[in-house]
């Protein structure tokens, strides 16, 4: 894990699951939901759970939540171990997949609820109910019934009735998979300020890599039931440490490659054409010799000079994208590779399918993979 | 019985819906159809017609029509073995009603808030039994088990009759309730103990309140049930229990006379109206 798999050296993060194991039915047709997962999030951070469908995202919020329990493995909540705890008397709150508004309820009976619940006053109750409207921007909805809202403004509700009584973590299951995509980017930018304003710990889900990495402080990829990597966005897209992370987050070029012996650091990878070259080494042990590599699209160019060739293959075809042009290529060994190039307002089409062309690729911009 | 109606209802819109120029199948287009259905609510509402008609007809026969009148009605209500019948009756039925309304909740709870487990099919079939097995033998084996426990004990009275109703009453109370509980959202609940509600405090915001109109349907269901009631009543009331159907039933054997046209009436109407009444209920709550 990359030294950002870590939350704070300090001890006690708001979350934390320690070698956590979730096995759902017994017998033949048991399920390892979750598999040995440790993680710890920090105070204040938007974590996301970023993975494909069935991977165990779900299974992991509603073990915090405390709707299901580990089969193996803790649960703690700044610091203390809250295993025995039945949801109602976890300090965490859920923003649900399909909203769960209670519908006998009006806007402001669903905001006010958990505060109720809490025994606070009524005084205490309207004036957080009124504060949350505010912060939602639904002032004017209060007394209106849940069934008759859109879809955003549910959501908005749903957030709403989450974060009134300030929990100190909030948990969001693929909130804003059911929103249109308008909708859902004008949510993004919604979750983003809220976190920031409440200052409280959100615990994100989504199967979505570029909401993931437009919102998150740190993304862990999790693929069925296990934990690849944990990392902030930028880490995750650059350094990518797993074949799957790679091929899940952006678009990218897989290469073989052999890394030679290390001297003095630096990792070095030589390509079948004899160009060597810096690279990243994934935080696993891995021993020299053949390897794959991955190079993003955007981190390689069509070469100018014969020097710069770190790979050579027929240009195969041309996508034209506005902001930037595709060069999809068939390398000489009959794999493909991909170059992205931004379109300047002089840059000529001059290249067109079946030339041979040299690929450049920047430096640092060569990941090994952990096999 | 609103749910009844509205699970029956989806179905039957959802499959005329791909067809909506009648394009493809469509009983409705099938010669005779309209024949049949019309000789359908013949058979069903014309003996009503009738029925009521002759309730408000002066003449004491039942079949030649004089002039109109309540005068009937008036005797109905004078008529002191009536007034006892339905006084029982009503007590019976109120009673039952509340308490297999109550177990049936309780019931239809236990079954379908818990995790599935083995032997739950069979408790299904349990809770069911009075649907399953021919009245006529529920009544028999009620009459001679209580016949048994007064022999014991030496106890009777209105209570045998009030117990065997229940019980028969609470699988019509069951199957609403549950429908409703099956189609409610388990995650409402979840959002409820997420936001500190305990489980006792979740069922009497959440869970109890979206389970009224189930509940209303399966009250309403027990109470007609049990004021319908002839086989098990008639084995197991003891003497002077009769409840109106019994009453009725035994005045009909001097043959029938339009008082009991508007004894039948009245019951008519309040079933409809009790019907009507929480049909309406059970939709304003959506
Ligand atoms: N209550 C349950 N009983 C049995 N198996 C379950 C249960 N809940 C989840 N699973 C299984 O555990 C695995 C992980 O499920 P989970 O719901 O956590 O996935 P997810 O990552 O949230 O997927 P999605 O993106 O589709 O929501 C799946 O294989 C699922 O079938
Ligand atoms: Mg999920």
Redesign the interface.
């Known amino acids: 894990m990359s030294p950002d798999g870590k939350a704070s050296q300090s001890g006690s993060a708001a979350v934390e699951a320690q070698r956590v194991t979730k096995i759902f039915g017994g017998g033949d047709d048991q399920v390892v939901a979750l598999d040995d997962v440790s993680v710890q999030i920090g105070e204040n951070e938007f974590f996301t759970l970023l993975g494909p469908s069935g991977c165990g995202k779900t299974t992991l919020l509603r073990l915090i939540a405390g709707f299901e329990h580990p089969t193996d493995g803790r649960i703690l909540l700044g610091g203390e171990d809250i295993s025995p705890l039945p949801p109602f008397q976890r300090p965490v709150n859920t923003v649900f997949q399909n909203y769960a508004l209670f519908p006998h309820m009006t806007v402001g009976g669903n905001i006010g609820f958990g505060l109720e619940m809490l025994n606070k006053s009524k005084q205490e109750v309207d004036d957080a109910v009124t504060e949350m409207l505010r912060l939602v921007r639904m002032e004017e909805l209060r007394n209106r019934r849940t069934s008759q809202l859109s879809g955003g403004q549910q959501q908005r509700v749903a957030l709403a009735r989450a974060l009134a009584p300030k929990p100190r973590v909030l948990l969001l299951d693929e909130p804003l998979s059911a929103l249109d995509l308008k909708l859902r980017k004008e949510m993004q930018i919604e979750l983003k300020r809220l976190q920031n304003e409440t200052g409280i710990t959100f615990v994100f889900v989504t199967h979505d890599q570029e909401e993931a990495l437009t919102m998150s402080d740190r993304i862990a990829v999790m693929k069925e039931g296990a934990i690849l990597q944990i990392g902030a966005p930028r880490d995750i897209y650059d350094h990518p440490s797993d074949r799957f992370v790679a091929h899940f987050i952006g678009e990218t070029n897989f290469l073989e490659a052999e890394l030679l012996e290390r001297k003095n650091g630096a990792a070095k990878v030589k390509f079948p054409s004899g160009a060597v070259l810096p690279a990243s080494l994934p935080d696993a042990p891995i021993s020299p010799g053949k390897v794959s590599v991955v190079v993003r699209p955007e981190h390689s160019r069509i070469a100018t000079t014969k020097k710069d060739a770190v790979l050579s293959g027929t240009l195969e075809n041309v996508v034209y994208f506005g902001t930037d042009t595709h060069f999809h290529f068939r390398l000489n060994d009959g794999a493909q590779f991909i170059v992205r190039m931004q379109n300047a307002r002089d840059s000529g089409d001059d290249f067109t399918p079946g030339q041979e062309l040299g690929i450049a690729v920047e430096a640092d911009a060569v990941q090994v993979l952990r096999d | 019985m609103a749910d009844a109606v509205t699970q029956v209802d989806t179905p039957v819109r959802g499959a005329s819906s791909p067809s909506p120029k009648g394009r493809g199948f469509d009983v409705k287009r099938l010669p005779g159809f309209a024949t049949v259905a019309w000789m359908c609510l013949l058979v069903l509402y014309a003996p009503m017609l009738v029925l009521v008609l002759f309730s408000v007809n002066d003449n004491r026969s039942v079949t030649i029509w004089t002039k109109f009148s309540w005068r009937w009605y008036e005797e109905v209500i004078n008529n002191e073995g009536i007034q006892h019948a339905t006084v029982l009756s009503l007590k019976v039925a109120v009673v039952a009603m509340v308490v297999a309304t109550a177990v049936a909740t309780m019931a239809a709870l236990a079954t379908t808030r818990t995790r599935a487990y083995r032997g739950l099919p069979v408790v299904y079939g349990i809770i069911n039994q009075p649907l399953m097995v021919p009245e006529i033998v529920t009544a028999v084996a009620t009459l001679s088990f209580f016949a048994l426990i007064k022999q014991a004990t030496g106890v009777t009275g209105l209570g045998y009759l009030i117990l065997a109703h229940t019980v028969f009453c609470i699988p019509f109370a069951y199957m609403p309730i549950r429908a409703r509980l099956e189609d409610m959202?388990l995650?409402?609940e979840?959002?409820?103990?997420?936001?500190?509600?305990?489980?006792w405090?979740?069922f009497r915001?959440?869970t109890f309140?979206?389970l009224l109109p189930g509940i209303f349907a399966g009250a309403m269901l027990a109470f007609v049930i049990s004021l319908d009631d002839v086989v098990i009543s008639l084995l197991v009331a003891g003497p002077g229990e009769s409840t109106l159907p019994i009453y009725i039933i035994g005045q009909l054997r001097r043959g029938v006379t339009p008082e009991m046209n508007a004894v039948s009436t009245i019951f008519l109407a309040v079933s409809i109206l009790l019907v009507t009444f929480f049909f309406v209920l059970a939709r304003a709550r959506k």
């Open positions: 959202d995650t409402l979840q959002a409820s103990a997420d936001l500190y509600a305990t489980p405090r979740t915001r959440v309140p979206l």
